[in-house]
């Protein structure tokens, strides 16, 4: 079946720091894949998506590239701030199915220090 | 539109009890879903519905039961809580398909079986 592997946290990094959370995905088909972030206390949020290969997703300084070829969409931003400091997690939608469900990863936590 | 929203944010059950969380979506969207987030294992799909009067079982359905008598509703029934059931969990809408397809999440209930 189809499944999500994210990379395991927590994640530490200093303010103005590089970010990449690595995510591979298997999956039948040809799927649609996001990102979503879920702040402390609250629910999940897109971030991005993307749904076909070489597209780029991209919003607040986040992107990620479907790369097809890797059956990667690693999540990457060059700066990250304090107010970043969530749990990212990667999924994926099956299109050729009904359930038109997502598919999750087991979630990155990403602390940022001031 | 006040988006997905959950009732209750937070319930505490004893072994046995019953209950059912709320979930209402004002946008109109054809699909609903329930999901179970665990600490390390992501999002796992509960029950889903592509309309009112259908429904189908997910990824973990046992334990729980689904209705979907209107296009806004989608209640969550626990007919005997068990402390496995402990989760929080998030009920998810969504519109259009395939690659127009983006899924909008409630902001979780948070349930507790002693």
């Known amino acids: 079946g189809d499944s999500v592997t994210q990379m395991e946290g927590p994640v530490t990094l200093s303010e103005e720091a590089f970010l990449t959370i690595n995510c591979t995905y298997t999956a039948t088909g040809y799927p649609s894949l996001f990102w979503y972030v879920q702040y402390p206390g609250e629910g999940l949020q897109l971030l991005l998506k993307a749904t076909k290969a070489d597209d780029k997703g991209s919003n607040k300084g986040f992107e990620a590239t479907y790369r097809k070829e890797t059956t990667s969409f690693h999540l990457e931003k060059g700066s990250v701030q304090v107010s970043d400091s969530a749990v990212y997690f990667c999924?994926?939608?099956?299109?050729?199915?009904?359930?038109?469900?997502?598919?999750f990863g087991s979630g990155t936590r990403l602390q940022v220090q001031p | 539109n006040a988006g997905v929203t959950q009732t209750p944010k937070f319930q505490v059950l004893k072994t046995g009890q019953s209950m059912t969380l709320q979930c209402a979506q004002d946008m109109n969207h054809e699909y609903m879903s329930w999901y179970r987030q665990d600490p390390g294992m992501g999002l796992r799909l509960i029950h889903y519905s592509v309309g009112a009067g259908i429904t189908d079982q997910g990824e973990v359905p046992n334990g729980y039961n689904v209705s979907r008598s209107t296009t806004e509703d989608f209640p969550l029934r626990l007919l005997s809580a068990a402390p496995s059931q402990t989760s929080v969990y998030f009920c998810?809408?969504?519109?259009?398909?395939?690659?127009?397809?983006?899924?909008?999440f409630g902001p979780g209930t948070r349930l507790l079986v002693l």
């Open positions: 999924a994926l939608s099956a299109r050729d199915t009904g359930r038109r469900a997502l598919t």
């Open positions: 998810a809408s969504s519109y259009g398909t395939g690659p127009q397809e983006t899924q909008y």
